[in-house]
């Protein structure tokens, strides 16, 4: 595959991007460890405030990331922003303004997986890919595209059926698309979004789209 730009152009995009927006690499870190908080201790807001918090990541990716720094290398930068911002719309819109997202801390082979992909995007990521030789700061820290997406597919496997499919569309794109920076960049952690699009293909298909609630009576 011939990419418009070369792997120590891609690296340096990400070295500019960490230098340029600290510290709010802490900051994305934090609301995400806020959005595990309020899955595990779940409020009667849990659910729009998680919603908010993916909104808030996905917002990021498109407009700072994508937009600001990725497309100084990458034409098709503009579409990934796109298909970013697309994604906090949705979740804020079915999350956030519907209440239609609900997340639940239960026991089950889907919520193991989910948990799996949470701490593999919070502490595996950054590990693995500091030790295959990616020294912060051109290390992809939490809040660029491929950590997110594995923490957001981690979040959706605890959300309440029936649940909007639209809020996998934009983290499933990503998975098949970061997942060849394993191959093309060596960035081999992003091999966990193979798994991640996997699983969340499985939940766009088990997913029984969202049922209106009745109304309240008078």
């Not at 997202?101 to 026991?107: G, I, K, P, Q, Y």
């Not at 502490?123 to 809040?143: D, E, K, N």
């Not at 996998?168 to 966990?192: E, I, Y």
Request: net charge positive.
């Amino acid at each position: 595959m011939q990419l418009p730009f070369t792997v120590e152009q891609f690296f340096e995009v990400i070295r500019a991007y960490n230098t340029a927006v600290w510290p709010a690499q802490v900051v994305l870190l934090a609301l995400a460890v806020g959005a595990v908080v309020l899955l595990i201790f779940p409020q009667r807001w849990s659910g729009a405030g998680i919603s908010l918090i993916l909104s808030t990541l996905w917002a990021w990716l498109g407009l700072v990331y994508h937009l600001a720094f990725f497309t100084s290398i990458n034409p098709l930068a503009y579409a990934f922003a796109a298909i970013s911002i697309a994604g906090a719309a949705v979740f804020f819109w079915q999350g956030v303004v519907r209440r239609r997202l609900e997340f639940r801390w239960v026991a089950s082979a889907r919520a193991a997986a989910g948990l799996g992909l949470v701490v593999f995007a919070l502490i595996v990521y950054p590990a693995w890919s500091s030790l295959s030789g990616h020294a912060y700061p051109a290390l992809p820290t939490f809040g660029l595209p491929c950590p997110t997406t594995l923490f957001t597919i981690g979040l959706l496997a605890f959300v309440v059926s029936p649940y909007p499919r639209s809020t996998l569309v934009a983290p499933v794109l990503w998975c098949f698309v970061g997942a060849q920076a394993a191959v093309l960049f060596g960035v081999h952690a992003d091999l966990g979004l193979v798994v991640a699009g996997l699983f969340g293909i499985v939940l766009l298909v088990r997913s029984r789209g969202v049922k209106l609630r009745p109304s309240a009576a008078p």
